[in-house]
């Protein structure tokens, strides 16, 4: 584990402890408490046994009455207490836990989460937490109240006899050595069931995803197949997991049986042939040993299931070290030059170049359209402007800074982006424009105005559901929604992805005319709707074929050479 994930790691567990010292504490004292009370339990057993048998007892039987009503009544306290301390520890500690983890996952750029597996975070915010929950955080409790539990219940069969506590310790040693050696197996095991949940979850992710191409190709057959096929891998990974926890629990139980037996044959005898054992104390002393039996299996276990969750704690840290952002200069706070591109290269999977030596300069607050057929390049120039991929060759400058260079997060304080494929959340219009925050109404109704949803929101107010992923609007009105997010954030430079592409002319007319009658920013527009009203009113027209520059100027210059654009522009024209 590198430094990176080592600190991560540190946070991670350090969560379970923020503003959560209190509960952990009352909860470790009720653990305590309670373990000290069973044994003066036993105590008091062993003395009611002797004084029924006529052996005689340090205490009368009033007074063991009374100090029998007094620990029933602390008992109830120290149930109180942990009831209470117990599931709040647990709930905040989980809490804080997911929230650091999202937290620090938020903090990526998108060009790194682009290159990971979400379904890796998917298990380890839903699954492994559960993992967790029993095996990590219930045991900072159980393993010390078991530890003491051993402790005090040694001291107390040594004091009532020596020769039998050393023959039951013997008794249980061979089952111990085995529980120990069972467990050693749970965390490779915990983690190989973190690794088939993720896969599950990713399998499960792309099948609902591509539900309509499911249908469209009649491939119910084969999606049931690959779901099948994923979750038996799941399933077997956890039945392995589930026969090791159930052979520790055998072996333990296996350790009791032997050691209880033990103790009644020696005990009988040594209370037969008169050593100084009383019929209480053989008796109390079985009670004693199956606590200990049960503490010494339980222990090995408890211990197993901890390691398996530091391996799940420790794929979490890796996870959220991995690609992190490692800082960078801030990006200008406002455009006052331009964004220069100089020879820029760009290759996916050492494949054809996707554009090449491409330079130019976008003037601030220029309004700029980059054009050109499928595969040109278009898209990709945009992506890399947004800072989507540090893989280029050549530069790419905001005021004569250089893109990588700069931080993640002051690059989007810089910019917003319209995409093609608008996501939405399954919340209202007004939640989807602000995203959650808090802003002046004045600029909300603004921002509505600009992007032509006025006719949504007086038709049904701003608090309407859009359904999940905005399937109770139409694709216009998500559009619009994804522009008046972006113009919410009132960013100096504002990119356009083909924002048009699945809408109808007249819809695609009007959110192309909001973006292109905004003022005082940069716009780049990439599209491939080559409409002359449109790209009259842009101050030049970027051309590309084949990932290279093939033409720039004003729509009628280009016009008028007679070149690529010429034909390309007459072609989608007829």
């Given amino acids: ?277 009383t019929a209480g104390v053989v008796m109390v002393f079985a009670q004693l040993m199956e606590s200990f039996e049960s503490s010494l299996s339980v222990i090995p276990q408890i211990w197993a299931n901890r390691k398996a969750a530091d391996a799940l704690i420790d794929k979490l840290a890796a996870a959220l070290a991995a690609h992190a952002s490692s800082g960078g200069v801030p990006a200008p706070s406002v455009l006052k030059d331009g964004i220069t591109v100089q ?39 945009l992506k890399l402007l947004q800072g989507s991929n540090d893989g280029y060759r050549g530069s790419i400058l905001y005021d004569g800074k250089e893109l990588r260079t700069l931080r993640p997060d002051s690059l989007y304080d810089l910019l917003s982006v319209i995409q093609q494929d608008v996501f939405i959340f399954n919340s209202s219009v007004r939640d989807n424009i602000t995203m959650f925050r808090d802003f002046p109404p004045g600029k909300v109704e603004r921002v509505i105005r600009l992007a032509g949803l006025e006719g949504l929101v007086n038709a049904r107010g701003a608090d309407c559901p859009c359904g999940e992923n905005g399937n109770a609007l139409s694709g216009g009105e998500r559009q619009r929604i994804s522009i008046a997010r972006s113009l919410l954030r009132e960013t100096p430079v504002l990119l356009v992805d083909e924002a048009t592409a699945s809408l109808d002319p007249v819809t695609a007319f009007g959110v192309t005319d909001a973006i292109l009658s905004l003022d005082g920013l940069t716009r780049i527009l990439v599209t491939h709707r080559l409409e002359e009203a449109m790209l009259r009113r842009c101050d030049g027209i970027l051309v590309l074929k084949n990932g290279c520059l093939e033409e720039f100027g004003a729509f009628d210059e280009l016009m008028d050479r007679k070149g690529y654009f010429y034909s390309f522009f007459m072609v989608s024209q007829s």
């Fill in 1 to 277: 584990m590198n430094h990176d994930a080592k600190y991560q790691r540190k946070m991670l567990v350090r969560q379970f402890f923020l503003h959560n010292h209190g509960t952990a504490f009352w909860g470790m004292l009720a653990m305590v408490l309670n373990t000290v009370l069973n044994l003066a339990i036993a105590w008091q057993m062993q003395q009611l046994i002797d004084i029924a048998a006529g052996n005689g007892a340090f205490l009368t039987m009033a007074q063991l009455c009374a100090v029998f009503l007094l620990s029933f009544a602390l008992m109830g306290v120290i149930m109180a207490l942990n009831a209470y301390a117990h599931p709040i520890f647990l709930k905040c500690a989980l809490q804080q836990y997911r929230d650091y983890a999202f937290a620090r996952l938020t903090e990526k750029s998108a060009f790194a989460f682009g290159r990971e597996d979400t379904s890796a975070y998917l298990s380890a915010l839903t699954n492994d937490t559960l993992s967790l929950e029993t095996n990590y955080l219930s045991a900072l409790f159980t393993l010390p109240a078991n530890v003491l539990m051993l402790v005090g219940v040694l001291g107390l069969m040594l004091s009532y006899s020596p020769l039998l506590t050393a023959a039951a310790l013997t008794a249980s040693l061979l089952p111990l050595g085995a529980s120990l050696l069972a467990g050693g197996h749970l965390p490779a095991q915990e983690k190989r069931v973190s690794d088939a949940n993720g896969a599950f979850l990713a399998t499960l992710k792309d099948m609902l995803s591509g539900f309509p191409v499911i249908k469209s190709f009649q491939a119910e057959k084969e999606a049931l197949r690959l779901f099948s096929e994923s979750d038996a891998a799941l399933q077997q990974v956890k039945c392995h997991a589930a026969r090791t926890r159930t052979a520790l629990q055998y072996i333990g139980g296996a350790a009791g049986s032997l050691t209880i037996f033990t103790v009644f044959l020696l005990g009988a005898a040594l209370a037969l042939s008169g050593r100084g054992v």
């Fill in 343 to 381: 020879s820029l290269s760009f290759v996916y999977n050492n494949e054809t170049p996707a554009l090449q030596d491409i330079s130019f300069r976008f003037a601030a607050g220029g309004k700029y359209a980059v054009a050109g057929g499928s595969g040109s390049g278009k898209s990709t120039l």
